[in-house]
């Protein structure tokens, strides 16, 4: 997955946690893919870094 794929928001969320980031990059496509399934129903800057905060769950 190319980083200009992610949404704004979510990569930005992604820069402000290295650790979630770097467990996103090491997951399999279809994994990603789901997770960016779900960042389409996040609707503010709080929801999306819990969002991202989940990923290390």
């Known amino acids: ?9 979510f990569g930005m969320a992604l820069s402000r946690n290295p650790e979630a ?4 990059a090491g ?11 779900g960042v389409r129903a ?3 800057k709080q929801e999306m870094q819990a969002y991202v905060e989940n990923l290390m769950k």
Request: aromatic content about 4%.
């Open 21 to 24: 980031m770097e467990r996103f």
């Open 1 to 9: 997955m190319e980083p200009n794929e992610l949404p704004m928001g």
């Open 42 to 44: 996040v609707r503010s």
């Open 27 to 37: 997951l399999p496509e279809t994994e990603q893919k789901a997770i960016l399934e």
